[in-house]
């Protein structure tokens, strides 16, 4: 039998997560609060593994255009429903697709988030999504994670000094706050 490409075993794993959870909260990601209120230059915002995303809702409540990317399309599934019960469904994109292989059109987003999700190809192509003065918000597991979670893979972590060490030169650190296990960087390409 072939072997599962990664993305697909992705996909099965988080589809029975978010099966077995029941309704989400929608609640946005601190993260998202916060790069929402530096607050980016007015354009879209594009959301990466976004899950059943309040960030996604958040930015669009703001009148912002959101593309929302997800390999889970249980999670796509019930955030669809929670964006069309508030209206937003003009404003949502909602993209099924493995990030490992799909890549956003270049210099295009205001906001590009991240939450909950770590690999370096896709920070890069994230990176470069960005529009001159874009804000980049990133938050992930560090390699201490790994301590308590065994099971989680070196490739999904931060190392140290990362995302931040990985970001081109121009861009402007707001901020980074590292709790041990996770690690968030709040960033502004150079306008
Ligand atoms: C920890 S959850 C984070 C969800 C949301 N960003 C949040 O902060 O609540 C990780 C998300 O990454 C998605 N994911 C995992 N691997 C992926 C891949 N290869 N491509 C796209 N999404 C992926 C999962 O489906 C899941 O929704």
Redesign the pocket.
Known sequence: MEPEPS?DS??LR?NTRYERRGTPSFTA?PLASRALSIPPPDGPVLDL???P?GATLLAAADGREVTA????EV?LGLLGVEVRRRGLADLVTLVH????EWRPPRSRFSLVL????WDRVVFGAAVGALRPGGVLAWEAFTTDARRERPHLPAAWCLAPGEPASLLPAGFRVVDVTDSGVKRSLLSVAAG
């Open positions: 993305g992705d996909r988080w990601h593994a976004c899950g995303s990317v997800d390999v889970s999670a697709a493995d990030l490992l991240c939450t909950g999700y």
